[in-house]
Each structure stands twice: as structure tokens, then as C-alpha cells.
């Protein structure tokens, strides 16, 4: 078997650490070895590629698969009528507060005046625009879909802080026919509730139910459209979760991946989520990076590909809110010193990913725990149909599980101290 061969070869060279505990395995996969392995579907797509083609161009593929990825563009269209809430919106999705730096300028009148782009803070790749007001002296309700270039967006929100009017009706009637992606949103539920609250026969869930029901009601015309309720100053309460659970599910598994990896982490929902997401790019990383023989990295006692192993923990680390940009916004947020989020950072990954937490991470586990590793990989991967050179692909598996892991306690111990668990 690929990893016997492993085994024997490591032995003889003395690459093998006996310090780590058989038990730090288990407490990466679980019990019954499962979490943090992608379904079989998954796996066997990757070894189908090997069956049908030369490692080297297999893996070539999935570089490129994996690259795709790593860059995909994703635009999403903001639009509603003056006053909706529209900036907010687009400020709170990409973590901003109204008043952070680089944040959409927002107030009482109509404050957009041509679609304007915001990058991301932390993902270049993806952009939020923010776009005029339709039935605006420039921007005619007839011609409105052709002024903001309606071809550049994957998909459209369309708020309102009130009744959706007509000219939003109209709106999601032309995109439909484009045949293109729609949301509405009913903004500042947080203000409706405030305004209610104080009634003695006051119920939040009955008056969200009322609201919900009432602008369903009201876009009866455009079929049956599903309306989220949303507070742009609480952005993971009430709806959002079910805003983005509905997007995963409708757009396109490429634009999927910026989405999870683009939102605030909040919320212990949305952390959860992201890590769901990353562990199934794990087998991706594991077999672009360790499925063939690859140049020994200087440092590092595991053969792989380098970049693409740096790329993704990289990754984990930006989604996780982890780099200092991301807890400072967070901190000013939570009124709290920016030092005491970053004291929660305990693992490796304290000062980021760099060459440092790589070569510690990257090191051969121990011969138990390989042992351990060829039990749990033979229920999820026929290692024997693996090709020679993919020795790394189980041990890639477990170590990149486990930086997940640790980066997930260190944003689970951030959104403790800033009391949002």
C-alpha cells in the first residue's frame, strides 16, 4: 500500500517525529474519522482525473481548477430608492461601518449619483456596487437596466426600507426576463421593531411574519419571490443567513466560493459555515499540492507544492477575520482595544502565515500517527489506486485539517471575547 511504501521510506531516512500523540489525529477528524473529509463524490472525482489521464496532467487540471478559484470576480448589483438603505448595506456586508474608511458615503437623500464599485477590504476579487436609485432623473426606470450595465453583475439586490413600489416591481419583472439573479430585501427591520416594541401586545415574530407577508403580497406580480428581512447595523440577525444560504444554492459553485469566503464573520453561523466550505477545498489542496513527487522545500520534511499550500492557509486566515485589518474594524465595532481580540490569537498562526507557522506546521507527523492516518484515508480514499508519487496527499489531508482547526478556535476565541457567540 502508498502509504507502507511511506512508512518504510520515512523510517529509513529518519524523517519521523515520535512526539506527536496518536490522539491529536482523532481530535482533527472526529470520532469516526469523518469530519473534515469531503463526500465520496467529491473524492472520486479527483481520482477519477488520475485514472483517466497522467498524474502530471491531472494534477496540472486541478492546479488550474484551483486557480480558477483562487480568482474567480464576483459583482453584485445594490439598488432601491432613495432613503432604503442601500450604502449601509453595501458597507455592512463587507464588514464596514458607515463611517470606516473606504466605506460607501451614506445619508437621507439619495446619495449615489452612477454605479459606484467597492472593492472588498480583504478579497480584491469580489465587488459590491452600489447603484443609483431607479426613477431618478438620470436613471430612468424604462432604461435603467442598460444606464448600469446590467451584464457586469452576477446578481441583484433590490431594497426597501417600506412597500416595494412599482418601480422596483418593474425592475424585477426586466432582470427576470434577462434571465438573471434577484433578492429583495426589506431593510432596517431593526427601526420597525424599535417603533413597535413598546406596545403591550408587542410580539417580534408575529410583526416580522406581518412584514414578510405584507411585501410578498406586494410583489404578487413578479411570481413568488422570496423577501429577507434584514438590519444592516445587526447584519447576521433576522435573514441574512437565509439570504446566503438561498445564493449558495442558486449561483454557480465558482462564485459560491467568493461569496463564503467574502462575508463578515459575525456570528458563529457564518464561522461554521466558512469552515464547511474550506474543508471541502482541503482534498482539492491536499492532491494539487502532494499528488506527485514534488522538489523537497528546504525546512520542511514534507514534499508539496509550496504555493498552493501557503495560498490556502492564507486564505483561512483572511476568511477568519484573523489579520489585523479585519480585528481592527471588528474591535472598533465591539468598542473594544484591538489588542485584547488579538490576545485570543493563541495558535501558531498569532503573528499570520508565515514561513515560520509553515515549516512547524509542515512537519512529518509521527509514526502513529501516519498509522493512524492510512485507517482513516482507506474508508474515504482507495490509497492503492493512488499514483506512486502521491505519498504527501494523506499527510497534506490530515496537516492542512489542522491548521483549519486551529484558526477556527483562534476566530471562535476572537468572536467569544467580542461577545457575538
Known sequence: MLVDAFLTRATMSGDLSVAEPETEILEIYGDGGAEGFSDDKETQKFLKEFKKSSSDAAVKKIKENFKTLDHVTLNIGVTGNSGAGKSSFVNAIRGLSNDDEGAAETGVTETTQAPTPFTHPTMPNVTIWDLPGIGTPKFKAKTYLSDVHFERYDFFIILTSERFKENDISLAKAIKKKKLLFYFIRSKIDNDIKAEEKRRDFNKEIMLSKIRKDCEKNLKDVGNPKVFLISSFNISDYDFNKLIDTLVKELPETKQHALVLSLPVYSLEVLQRKKRHLQNMIWLTAFGSGAIAMVPVPGLTVA??????????????????????????LATRVQLNVMDLKAEIKSRFKDGVTHGTMKSLLATP?????????????????LGQLPAGAISVPIMHYLLNKGLKEMEKDARSVLEKAQLL
Open 366 to 382: 509521527s509514526m502513529a500517527s501516519i498509522i493512524t492516518l492510512k485507517g482513516l484515508m482507506s474508508c474515504a480514499v482507495p
Open 304 to 329: 508539496c507544492d509550496y504555493g498552493i499550500t501557503l495560498s490556502f492557509l492564507e486564505s483561512v486566515f483572511r476568511s477568519f477575520g484573523l489579520e489585523d485589518s479585519s480585528l481592527q474594524r
